[in-house]
């Protein structure tokens, strides 16, 4: 089991709490029939090794765990070896893949 650290704790809660509140009432644009929903953008920008994945991971599986449908997430790198690293961590038998998919049932799932 991985504990974040206080600083990653927060942070994951503050995005799953802005995804969630958008979920439940997004921001709307427009009047009448032409109202429609602004989509959502969250990013998270931090240092070299510290635990962005870790982050993103408990965010995920927060919103998954209180959202009424299953959350789709675009994770996107500069580098295509971070995002190969990144999916390697959170597949199954990866080293974060308990964050996102629990054994209480989370909904969450990692597909490439």
Not at 19 to 28: N, Q, T, W
Not at 42 to 68: E, M
Request: some cysteine.
């Amino acid at each position: 089991m991985i504990t974040l650290y206080p600083f990653q704790q927060a942070a994951a809660d503050e995005m799953a709490e802005g995804v969630l509140g958008y979920i439940f009432e997004p921001a709307m644009r427009g009047a009448g029939a032409k109202r429609r929903p602004i989509p959502y953008v969250q990013f998270l920008s931090s240092i070299t090794a510290s635990g962005k994945t870790v982050i993103l991971a408990d965010a995920v599986a927060q919103i998954a765990a209180q959202s009424p449908a299953k959350p789709i997430v675009l994770w996107l790198s500069k580098l295509s070896v971070v995002v190969e690293q990144t999916f390697a961590n959170l597949d199954a038998g990866g080293q974060y893949h308990d964050l996102i998919c629990p054994a209480s049932g989370n909904p969450a799932q990692v597909v490439a």
